[in-house]
């Protein structure tokens, strides 16, 4: 029988043991991969096609314009980065907790989440109006408004993965004895955890949007900031490092957010 480690060729020789690349690495390689692919053919495109640069900048213009300017989106980067993260972290938390009580209290379901589906049809402009008004021009009101794009989602799937629990389960582990705070924690909350993830996942881009539009309002930094800045400039290549940057922000916090998912939900068939 041949060893696993290696294979005897005719001559007697060990044949070289294959390597395998690990998947993280390989995926890596696919994203950079398909990354160098776009950015040829945005600037092949602007070349072969003659695109105004009104309409398209080429990418190296757009690069070599931030590369002029760094600090100013390194620290816009930061600024936007931290709102975005106090209003997901809140938003998530905040969502879940509501998903469970609703699930727990039903009077509070039928009483309160009318309150929460009637709030989502604010627009998030007018909404943020109120909270700059507030709380003024600071990084709690573009965090609130980023929290407030974040926790209806959360709590909705929340509700919704605790709803598909399996009435048969429940009953088995109550006959072992096992309390309500028990089943929440060993059944309840690990069965929902694929649903809770769905929201996270798309509250990570909400939460991005709230916090960008919150420093529409007026700051001093922010991405947001920058995009408000070289709209009333007309500057378009200022324009698309500003979209460049917020796409790597949300790309980047999509990711981090999918990674977690995939340790943490690791039974889930689709992951």
């Known amino acids: 029988m041949s060893s696993p480690a290696a294979t005897s060729l005719g001559d007697g020789r060990a044949a070289p043991r294959s390597i395998t690349m690990p998947d993280s690495l390989r995926k890596l390689i ?13 600037e092949g495109a602007v070349l072969l096609f003659g695109i105004r640069p009104y309409y398209l900048p080429r990418l190296s213009t757009i690069l070599m314009a931030m590369a002029a300017t760094p600090r100013a989106y390194v620290d816009g ?102 309390s309500n705070h028990q089943l929440l924690l060993r059944l309840q909350l690990p069965t929902a955890l694929p649903q809770i993830f769905v929201a996270l996942r798309l509250a990570a881009s909400l939460s991005l949007v709230g916090a960008i539009v ?9 991405l947001g900031v920058l995009l408000l800045q070289a709209m009333f400039t007309e500057n378009v290549v200022a324009i ?32």
Do not use: C
């Open 77 to 178: 980067f930061l600024r936007t980065l931290a709102e975005t993260l106090i209003g997901f972290a809140s938003g998530g938390a905040f969502g879940v907790f509501m998903g469970v009580v609703f699930f727990r209290v039903r009077a509070l379901r039928e009483m309160i989440f009318p309150i929460f589906v009637v709030s989502q049809t604010i627009p998030v402009i007018a909404f943020g109006a109120l909270v700059v008004l507030w709380f003024g021009n600071t990084l709690l009101a573009k965090a609130i408004i980023a929290f407030y794009l974040t926790f209806f989602p959360v709590t909705v799937n929340t509700l919704l993965g605790l709803d598909t629990v399996d009435p048969k389960q429940v009953a088995l582990m109550r006959s072992f004895g096992a």
């Open 240 to 271: 698309w490092g500003a979209l460049l940057a917020s796409a790597l922000l949300g790309t980047g916090f999509y990711a981090v957010v999918a990674a977690v998912e995939r340790r943490l939900v690791f039974w889930n068939a689709e992951q």
């Open 214 to 222: 919150g420093e529409w309002f007026g700051d001093t930094t922010g």
């Open 30 to 42: 696919r994203l950079l991969l398909g990354l160098a692919i776009a950015a040829v053919v945005w």
